[in-house]
T-cell receptor, first 114, second 116 residues
Framework: KNQVEQSPQSLIILEGKNCTLQCNYTVSPFSNLRWYKQDTGRGPVSLTI?????NTKSNGRYTATLDADTKQSSLHITASQLSDSASYICVVASHNTNAGKSTFGDGTTLTVKP | EPEVTQTPSHQVTQMGQEVILRCVPI?????FYWYRQILGQKVEFLVS????????KSEIFDDQFSVERPDGSNFTLKIRSTKLEDSAMYFCASSEAGRFGNQPQHFGDGTRLSIL
């Protein structure tokens, strides 16, 4: 069964600090891995998309890494801001399916405090 | 920047009633999706739609659900006879490409459906 596990479940950091969120998956065959940011009461917003051949991708202060051999990904946030407080969701798609039928993780809730 | 818009933002309906959730995807996108998120739970895929037909659906998307693109701009999700467990946030999304999905999906801000 395809699964996506994220850790930690929640995280509190001080403004200006860095943090790293983890995602482990068992989706096979792998197509791509996406990280989304979801603010409370809003829809998810795409941060990064990585395919099998990519092992790192950046979007501003967000840097995602992918190790397709160990089926692990991380999202690193640099110099956190109060606006980074949100849920961060890891989503993995399989080659056997339309992009929509991806497997979602439960998300990591990040709180950035002043 | 173009965005996906959903209406209404909140819908309250009596159990057993029909409800239609509306979405206007980004104009040049070809693939459309519905997801739902029950309060406190993960986002779940419902259905994807391309070229005026369903391309994939999940086990959740049973005969009570249907989707339609009635004109060139709207994309709707209909629930025929709502149940209490249909209470959730429903998200519409669209993308330029679908299969293997290396294009980003753009999500609307959702419709919160409350079944009484």
């Amino acid at each position: 069964k395809n699964q996506v596990e994220q850790s930690p479940q929640s995280l509190i950091i001080l403004e200006g600090k860095n943090c790293t969120l983890q995602c482990n998956y068992t989706v096979s065959p792998f197509s791509n891995l996406r990280w989304y940011k979801q603010d409370t009461g809003r829809g998810p917003v795409s941060l990064t998309i990585m395919t099998f051949s990519e092992n790192t991708k950046s979007n501003g202060r967000y840097t995602a890494t992918l190790d397709a051999d160990t089926k692990q990904s991380s999202l690193h946030i640099t110099a956190s801001q109060l606006s980074d407080s949100a849920s961060y969701i890891c989503v993995v798609a399989s080659h056997n399916t339309n992009a929509g039928k991806s497997t979602f993780g439960d998300g990591t809730t990040l709180t950035v405090k002043p | 920047e173009p965005e996906v818009t959903q209406t209404p933002s909140h819908q309250v309906t009596q159990m057993g009633q029909e409800v239609i959730l509306r979405c206007v995807p980004i104009s040049n996108h070809l693939y459309f999706y519905w997801y739902r998120q029950i309060l406190g739970q993960k986002v779940e895929f419902l259905v994807s739609f391309y070229n005026n037909e369903i391309s994939e659906k999940s086990e959740i998307f049973d005969d009570q659900f249907s989707v339609e693109r009635p004109d060139g701009s709207n994309f709707t999700l209909k629930i025929r006879s709502t149940k209490l467990e249909d209470s959730a946030m429903y998200f519409c999304a669209s993308s330029e490409a679908g299969r293997f999905g290396n294009q980003p999906q753009h999500f609307g801000d959702g419709t919160r459906l409350s079944i009484l």
